[in-house]
Nanobody, 116 residues
Framework: QVQLVESGGGLVQTGGSLRLSCAASGFLSSVTVMGWYRQAPGKEREWVAS???????NYVDSVKGRFTISRENAKNTMSLQMNSLKSEDTAVYYCNAETTRGVKYWGKGTLVTVSS
């Protein structure tokens, strides 16, 4: 089992920045990829970014150049630095961890609201 807890969401103005954090606990040796997903009101959950064990990062096109994902294995944490936020970034952001067996774990989410 892997437990994930997100923090850092909130209300920010367009163009502002937020940093989300994800604290992981449990059987972490089985985790390969960690990432962030988001779900905007009335929309399906979408993948935002992910980072593998060798810190190789990937991003959805809409956030490239604005968001940075990082992972600190020694601290069992993962972060998402979000800059130049837009109204379309408003969503509940979820931390995700995938194990070597393909099992996915999810946090409960943290709300990010970008106001104009």
């Amino acid at each position: 089992q892997v437990q994930l807890v997100e923090s850092g969401g909130g209300l920010v103005q367009t163009g502002g920045s937020l940093r989300l954090s994800c604290a992981a606990s449990g059987f972490l040796s089985s985790v390969t990829v960690m990432g962030w997903y988001r779900q905007a009101p009335g929309k399906e959950r979408e993948w935002v970014a992910s980072v593998g064990g060798r810190s190789s990062a990937n991003y959805v096109d809409s956030v490239k150049g604005r968001f940075t994902i990082s992972r600190e294995n020694a601290k069992n944490t993962m972060s998402l630095q979000m800059n130049s936020l837009k109204s379309e970034d408003t969503a509940v952001y979820y931390c995700n961890a995938e194990t070597t067996r393909g099992v996915k774990y999810w946090g409960k989410g943290t709300l990010v609201t970008v106001s104009s």
